[in-house]
């Protein structure tokens, strides 16, 4: 796709939130009971209430009740507490034992034999810049209302798939965990998009300036094509407005000049290929249209706080990186989608 074609640079940064590494868990609960579900950083915890209620615990915020229908998201993988009751002790889900229907997808049944309640919770991982820099910028909490009388005709279509994920998570069918996978997908894409329109800060900073018509598709060119010899001129022409006009524009906007975001923004794309694919420093250099390896370098060690070749060599490792308001932090890398939160299958055999 052409980028200097697409009208949507809002919609083109919502594409690149391609999910990976997620696990999800149907949790068959009776009252009382709490769950402690620990901190993921890099990854956004969801929660979909199937039937009965609980509530929502993050520190620092007030509990929120759940009800049937409701879909709420953690975007910031924060540690927090679901709860049959506030005050309810909670034991880490790591300590508690599961039947694993497949590597990716378990049940959990617990709880003092009380009221009954069905959660469908999840984990899911971003691992594109453009992701990383939208998911930064939500709220600790979004939280989907699912009940009838608050539901617009846009959230229908929402509440049916809920209920959708509710019967494939009672049933697990074959073919059900992937029903579930891309469904569970569609709602946490929809959840902020619903977010994005409803809150008076998704017309300001970064994301303002995604939806302006100008400064919108200037950034989706940098995005699509970060090893273009992007100048100030270039972009203006881009554009058709001056180039002290575009300038002035886009740093109101964006919240820093242009120059400085198109050499951060490579830097975080480097970062990722650095993760994830076996490219030498040199290729990586020519690629986002630097003239040296040593010129690459630098600007990366300047961005990002470490060395190319440190990054390579400790994939685990999170680097110190530069603060910024449109890419922040890079994923940790970790080596199945579940390790560090859930507990491994061989550990918990189904019974």
């Keep these: 796709m052409d980028p200097r074609t697409t009208p949507d640079p809002l919609g ?6 391609r999910m990976s590494g997620s696990f999800y868990c149907r949790s068959e609960l009776t009252a009382p009971w709490g769950l402690h579900l620990p901190a993921e950083p890099e990854s956004m915890w969801f929660h979909v209430v199937n039937t009965g209620r609980c509530w929502l615990d993050v520190d620092g915020l007030e509990p929120r009740q759940l ?49 009954p309640a069905s959660v469908v919770c999840g984990t899911v991982r971003f691992g594109h810049p453009t992701a990383r820099g939208l998911v930064a910028l939500l709220p600790r909490t979004i939280v989907i209302d699912g009940a009838p009388a608050s539901r617009s005709p ?44 409803g809150e008076g800060v998704g017309r300001t900073g970064w994301l303002g300036a995604l939806q302006d018509p100008r400064i919108g598709e200037a950034l989706a060119l940098v995005h699509r094509d970060p090893g ?22 886009f740093t109101d906007l964006v919240g820093e000049p242009v120059m400085q975001y198109v050499t951060r923004w490579r830097m975080q794309v480097a970062l990722d290929w650095l993760h994830h694919d076996d490219v030498p420093v040199a290729e990586l250099a020519s690629r986002l249209g630097y003239q040296s390896e040593a010129a690459f ?19 685990l490792d999170r680097p110190s990186q530069a603060a910024g308001r449109a890419a922040p932090d890079p994923p940790h890398i970790r080596p199945s989608p579940h390790s560090s939160t859930w507990p491994s299958p061989k550990s918990h055999p189904a019974r």
């Design 154 to 197: 846009e959230s229908d279509w929402m509440y049916s798939t809920l209920r959708l994920i509710a019967a494939e998570g009672r049933s697990l069918r074959p073919g059900g965990e992937a029903v579930i996978t891309r469904l569970s997908d569609i709602l946490v894409i929809q959840a902020i998009r619903s977010w994005i329109a």
């Design 297 to 315: 370098s630098r600007a990366f060690k300047r961005t990002i706080g470490v060395a190319p070749g440190a990054v390579r060599r400790s994939p």
């Design 67 to 115: 009800q049937p229908g409701d879909f709420a998201l953690v975007p910031h993988g924060e540690g927090h507490r679901l709860l049959s009751e506030p005050g309810t002790p909670a034991p880490q889900v790591d300590d508690l034992e599961y039947d694993y229907a497949s590597d990716r997808y378990a049940i959990l049944r617990y709880g003092g034999g009380g009221t």
């Design 12 to 17: 083109e940064a919502l594409h690149f939130l």
């Design 228 to 249: 273009r010899p992007w100048s100030v001129a270039v972009l203006a022409r881009e554009m058709t407005m001056s180039r002290s006009a575009f300038a002035a524009r």
